[in-house]
């Protein structure tokens, strides 16, 4: 909700009359993982959602989920996911693709521009490297 905000686990925990130590260790306890680490892996959840649901660029998925360093925003992601959020993206569209095909009601290119890749013969080499064949009407 207040992605850009600063967040400050200590301030959070003395305005709520805890030491912060304390606050650390019983979040960890209840959550088994970290306040730290628990901001970033919602952060990481909404700007996967905002790379499933818009067309913002890295940019500006990384100033909405409160990093104002994009390079900083991608070593995080990729620490995170395993992948770089430009990776991700293109897996969604091209399962997005695959189920556009499937269905029989688009071809190759329609499946391609509708699912946000300019480039044809890009999308070609990106969905038979993921799937490991060409695609195709089916």
């Known amino acids: ?19 912060p130590y ?14 730290m680490q628990y901001v970033i892996s919602l952060r990481i959840n909404n700007a996967m959602n905002l790379m ?8 500006q998925i990384a100033e909405a989920v409160g990093d104002d360093n994009p390079s900083y925003f991608r070593r995080l992601f ?7 959020p430009i ?13 556009m095909l ?5 071809n190759v290119s329609e499946a391609a521009e509708a699912c946000g ?5 890009f999308f070609i ?5 993921k799937f490991g064949y060409t695609p195709k009407k089916e």
């Open 22 to 35: 304390w606050f650390r260790q019983k979040f960890k306890q209840f959550t088994g993982t970290t306040p």
């Open 52 to 59: 499933e649901n818009t067309d913002y660029n890295i940019e």
């Open 102 to 106: 499937q269905s029989g009601q688009y």
């Open 117 to 121: 890749f300019s480039s044809l013969s």
């Open 125 to 129: 080499r990106l969905y038979k490297k």
């Open 1 to 19: 909700r207040h992605w850009r905000e600063p967040i400050s686990i200590d301030d959070y925990a003395e305005r709520n009359r805890m030491t």
């Open 78 to 84: 990729h620490k995170y996911t395993g992948k770089s």
């Open 87 to 99: 990776q991700h993206r293109n897996d969604i569209r091209l399962e997005n693709a695959r189920i």
